[in-house]
Nanobody, 124 residues
Framework: QSQLVESGGGSVQPGGSLRLSCAAS????????VGWFRQAPGREREGVSC????????NYSASVKGRFTISRDNLKNTVYLQMNSLKPEDTAVYYCAADLAVGSKCPESGMDYWGKGTLVTVSS
């Protein structure tokens, strides 16, 4: 069964850091662009970051640029999201998703696989 599983969420104080992982099983992530999305309580899901299959292309939403870093280890079939300088407004369920389309920039409506999410809470 092909699936994505997120891990690494938890509770942290403002200014703290977390590293999220997105592990694929049942398929190889090498050729997939992978995106991180998040949904805060009462809000719509939004794109956070995207990385191409090779890792050569990355992008970030304006709200996280300079604080979050996306990376991937294709040998481990895993994509990471390093989150630093966390703010209360980063509180959300974080999802990873994979898209096989060539040149994908991780459009939310076009992703092929989705994980079930991991909760990040930033609070003092």
């Amino acid at each position: 069964q092909s699936q994505l599983v997120e891990s690494g969420g938890g509770s942290v104080q403002p200014g703290g850091s977390l590293r999220l992982s997105c592990a694929a099983s049942g398929f190889t992530l090498d050729y997939y662009a992978v995106g991180w999305f998040r949904q805060a309580p009462g809000r719509e899901r939004e794109g956070v970051s995207c990385i191409s299959g090779s890792g050569a292309y990355t992008n970030y939403s304006a709200s996280v640029k300079g604080r979050f870093t996306i990376s991937r280890d294709n040998l481990k079939n895993t994509v990471y999201l390093q989150m630093n300088s966390l703010k209360p407004e980063d509180t959300a369920v974080y999802y990873c998703a994979a898209d096989l389309a060539v040149g994908s920039k991780c459009p939310e409506s076009g992703m092929d696989y989705w994980g079930k999410g991991t909760l990040v809470t930033v609070s003092s």
